[in-house]
Structures are given as C-alpha cells and as structure tokens.
T-cell receptor
C-alpha cells in the first residue's frame, strides 16, 4: 500500500515561530502537494512539486514556503506563524500518468 | 478558472436511507472527476472516479455518473450505513494537467443515525 506519512498529528506553536511540517511518501511518486483544509472551504492548494527541487505555487502560497531536496520528502515551512494559519494541513502524492492522489492523515496546527 | 460546487451539509440520514450529494463543476474540456471521503480523524481517500463523459464510477455501494451536459457528478448510495458517516469531497483534475493538481469542492458532512 502507498503510504504518505506526516510527521505530526497535532502541533501548537506561538505566533512568530518558524514551523516545519514534514511529509514522506514511500512509493517513488513524482508529484507531491500541500493543502490546507478549513470548514466550508474544502481543500486549498498551497504548493506542489513535480520533481526534486522543483516547486510551483498553488492558490494560497502567501506566508508559506516549501522544500523538496529528496524525492520522497516534501516540507512545508511557515516562516513566521500567524493565528490565521491555524488549520488542518494535508500532504498528498501522486505518480505521473495517474490522477489518483494519496493523502497523509493530516497535521492539525494551532497557532496561539 | 476551474471550480467545484457541492451541496452544503451536514446531511443527516437514518440508516438504510437513500443518499444523494450533489456536485457540479466548471472546467474547460473534459476533466477527470473524483469523490474522496474523509473518515473522522483520518486523511482523504479516493472513493471513486470517472475520467470521461458518461463513465460511471462505483465503489462500496456508492456510484456517480459523469454528466457532461449538466457538468455534474452527483454521488449516490441506495442504502447508507452508520459507518458511512464522514465528509465527502468532490474534486476534478483538468485535462492535460501537469502534476495532477486537484481542485476540491467545500466538502459535505454526512451523518447517519442508527
């Protein structure tokens, strides 16, 4: 089975902190994604990557950056956390040539 | 741009009731269409998909038909169970979309009571 693992289920951080959310997939997928999930808004794409060291902005990249140094790992970085970044963050991966995406369990981030 | 609109929830049903969750989309060409399900405390998982007009996706008793003429992909199940309680997301990937980026609807929470 494809497995997408997010490093934390729950995180509480203070305003202004630098926050790292880590995601690892074990199926050699080319594409990786970070979404945030908010009630009534569904999932919104923050960033995605289609190859190592490649990244593209999604719909809501402001306040976030990403890093993909290895194919299996895709990190989301909040440079200076703010309370409006309190949300559920979901990582996903998919192979080229197939439209199905596989999701991690999510990280619920609270910024206080 | 591309967008997905689905009915707002929550939808509350009794066990064995018939379920319909409406989904319509806006996209150019023929996107691939999906239903994902999120059970409590878990990430999303693919429920079913359809990649061309008139295709029917089905899984676990759920069905959805790709209707190009009405730009819809409504989710149906004939007899829901308590274990179907979850949040359901309709989504699309546009044709020739490098990287397979999904566009999601807002999600519909389904609650099934015994």
């Amino acid at each position: 089975d494809v497995k997408v693992t997010q490093s934390s289920r729950y995180l509480v951080k203070r305003t202004g902190e630098k926050v790292f959310l880590e995601c690892v997939q074990d199926m050699d997928h080319e594409n990786m994604f970070w979404y945030r999930q908010d009630p009534g808004l569904g999932l919104r794409l923050i960033y995605f990557s289609y190859d190592v060291k490649m990244k593209e902005k999604g719909d809501i990249p402001e306040g976030y950056s990403v890093s993909r140094e290895k194919k299996e790992r895709f990190s989301l970085i909040l440079e200076s956390a703010s309370t409006n970044q309190t949300s559920m963050y979901l990582c996903a991966s998919s192979p080229d040539g197939d439209t199905e995406a596989f999701f991690g369990q999510g990280t619920r981030l609270t910024v206080v | 741009g591309n967008s997905v609109t689905q009915m707002e929830g929550p939808v509350t049903l009794s066990e064995e009731a018939f379920l319909t969750i409406n989904c319509t989309y806006t996209a150019t060409g023929y996107p691939s269409l999906f239903w994902y399900v999120q059970y409590p405390g878990e990430g999303l998982q693919l429920l079913l998909k359809a990649t061309k007009a008139d295709d029917k996706g089905s899984n676990k008793g759920f069905e959805a038909t790709y209707r190009k003429e009405t730009t819809s992909f409504h989710l149906e199940k004939g007899s829901v169970q308590v274990s179907d309680s979850a949040v359901y997301f309709c989504a699309l990937v546009p044709p020739d979309n490098a990287g397979n980026m999904l566009t999601f609807g807002g999600g519909t929470r389904l609650m099934v009571k015994p």
